[in-house]
């Protein structure tokens, strides 16, 4: 039977952060509710606070049908350079409260948690026996300070085949290239769930990723590799107004790629093998600064240099989410990190981007599957995308292109399995993509069997460059791609049973606040017809430059390169 999606209430910036600022204020002046009365006081230490320790914002992720983990991380002094957020050297206790409504008035849950030094004083609460399929609104409380309200929502029941869910999915936000304006965009277009597919935060110093016409902003602190590194840089990029907006609307599912250790690792090998001999340890400060600034289970908690990141979400009987990990336990990268010619090496057997474990986990996933839509959240472009238009073949080897036997094992499989519509999505090459997949991709005219849907970055690149797809000539060289621009933003999708639909979300520029957000394209995923059709393009606002075949393809890859070299 089909359960209705409860009302949808509005929402705005100015809810998300004025309003959930004043109504924080107003708790903190003696409003705060009855519910946890019967606790005990929070610590004495807390009064010890000469300012708001919630500077920044709330967080929550990995929705179930019954659960919800609730973040927040206290930071009186966030840019601190000891990554201790100017936090006491105690362990504080803090309030928090879910309530059905947004008044915070009717307390559906409550407690008291420890925030903890040691783990840089962030709170993980993973609320339980919560009604499936509605919104609940939260806060935290420190002594007279208390947070903004947030607002997330859990699953419907793994039985229910619901009407629609709308989620949008994001990655790539390079403080230093631009400002947030896409999520703030992404809040006001009002989700019920949020995908981060990586690069949420990058690790360079200042100066040393930079865009032509030079950066917007600066990164504090030298380039990341110690804890107090890791820490000191999440602070900065949750320090951002426009992100707290966006974990405030809706919760997250996230995982990382690269840039949240070192750029292209691969597994134990970070980019300069020279530095491998100290590379875990730099894995485990990353890890452990990922983990406290994420609103993730305990399940993911880190043991040293690993970190338990895959993992499945259900969204009634409408949607799977196979969120994978394609950093840890993949090869090194063939022929060296980058776009090759002819790598003969992409194409050994043995190779694999997602370890054994991880793909007998996800090809298990599929055969059990009872969803409508199977979706698989990850970081690299799945797709093949040859930039060669004769016989050489030209392709990134950070990408499955440099893992073509993984590809097909994981490809092959989903097809074994009969799975109802499988849709890959991806982040990473800044840019917006659509493409069909195949088994075959040296016979276009072979069976499509799964679609890739891949977002631009929020920020990375700078403002990038908009065009008319028709003139890249990757969807000539591959005919399975469908689509691509160059500008900012994020993909905004609305699930039904009968089908999905990609917003390809814009910004026309992100050098200066305030910019607004367009849909340029808009493409649709017919229930039980793998591929998609577009059915919307706007206009391009301006006359397009005329450039030859091989600048188009050199200038779409180095718009996706990090630190060029």
């Known amino acids: 039977m089909t359960r209705p999606n409860p009302p949808r209430s509005s929402i705005s910036r100015r809810t998300l952060i004025t309003g959930s600022a004043a109504l924080g204020a107003a708790a903190g002046a003696g409003l705060w509710t009855p519910a946890t009365a019967h606790a005990a006081a929070p610590r004495a230490a807390a009064s010890e606070l000469s300012t708001d320790p919630f500077t920044l914002g709330v967080a929550s992720g990995d929705p179930s049908s019954d659960g919800i983990v609730l973040w927040t991380r206290l930071a009186t002094d966030p840019l601190a350079e000891d990554g201790l957020g100017g936090m006491p050297n105690q362990t504080l206790e803090v309030e928090w ?15 008291i948690t420890p925030a903890a030094p040691d783990a840089a004083h962030s709170v993980h609460v993973e609320v339980d026996k919560l009604e499936p399929h509605r919104h609940y609104w939260y806060r935290f409380r420190v002594g007279t300070y208390v947070s903004p309200v947030g607002r997330t929502r859990t699953a419907p029941a793994p039985d229910v085949v619901v009407d629609s869910l709308r989620m949008a999915f994001v990655s790539c936000s390079q403080y230093e290239h631009g400002y947030f304006d896409a999520y703030r965009a992404l809040a006001e277009d009002d989700p019920d769930l949020v995908l981060h597919l990586g690069d949420y935060q990058y690790e360079y110093t200042a100066g040393d990723y930079t865009i032509p016409g030079g950066n917007i902003r600066d990164h504090e602190g030298p380039e990341t590799v110690t804890l107090a590194n890791y820490r000191q840089r999440h602070a900065q990029y949750k320090s951002d107004a426009d992100l707290q907006a966006a974990h405030a609307a809706a919760p997250f599912l996230v995982v990382f790629d690269d840039h ?14 020279a530095e491998k001999p100290t590379f875990m340890e730099r894995r485990t400060a990353a890890f452990k600064a990922y983990y406290e600034n994420m609103p993730l289970r305990r399940s993911s908690i880190p043991n040293g240099p690993n970190i338990q990141i895959y993992r499945r979400a259900q969204w009634g ?8 990990d394609t950093r840890q336990f993949r090869d090194d990268q063939s022929c060296g990190d980058r776009w090759q010619n002819d790598c003969q090496e992409a194409f050994d057997p043995k190779r694999t981007i997602t370890g054994g474990q991880q793909e007998k986990w996800l090809v298990d996933g599929f055969r ?20 060669d238009a004769g016989p050489v073949r030209r392709a990134s080897m950070d990408s499955w292109d440099g893992y073509v036997a993984s590809r097909d094992r994981i490809t092959r499989g989903w097809v074994d399995a009969k799975v109802r519509n499988p849709i890959v999505l991806t982040g990473d090459v800044h840019a917006h993509w659509a493409s069909e997949l195949k088994l075959d991709y040296e016979d276009p005219t072979s069976r499509t069997v799964g679609t890739e849907l891949v977002c631009s970055s929020i920020t990375s690149g700078g403002n990038g460059e908009d065009s008319d797809p028709k003139d890249n000539p990757f969807l000539e060289i591959n005919p399975h791609l469908k689509f691509y621009n160059n500008l900012r933003g994020y993909v905004r999708t609305t699930i039904t049973p009968g089908q999905m639909t990609a917003d390809f979300r814009c910004l026309p520029y992100v050098h ?13 995923a017919e229930d039980g017809q ?11 606002p301006t006359p397009r430059q005329q450039r030859s075949d091989k600048e188009i393809i050199n200038r779409t890859i180095r718009w996706e390169s990090d630190r060029p070299k």
């Not at 947004?102 to 849950?109: N, P, Q, V, W």
């Not at 009987?317 to 994978?324: D, E, P, V």
């Open 368 to 387: 059990k599957s009872r969803a409508r839509w199977d979706f698989l959240g990850q970081q690299v472009f799945f797709a093949q995308r040859d930039a």
């Open 97 to 111: 409260q879910l309530a059905t409504d947004e008044g915070m008035a009717k307390i559906a849950a409550s407690g």
């Open 530 to 540: 793998p591929g998609l059709h577009q059915t919307a393009d706007n206009p391009l």
């Open 260 to 273: 949240e250790v070192d750029n292209n690792w691969a597994d134990e090998m970070p980019e300069n093998p």
């Open 512 to 524: 200066e606040q305030g910019a607004p957000v367009f849909t340029r394209a808009t493409f649709v």
């Open 317 to 324: 009987r409408l949607a799977s989410f196979h969120m994978l």
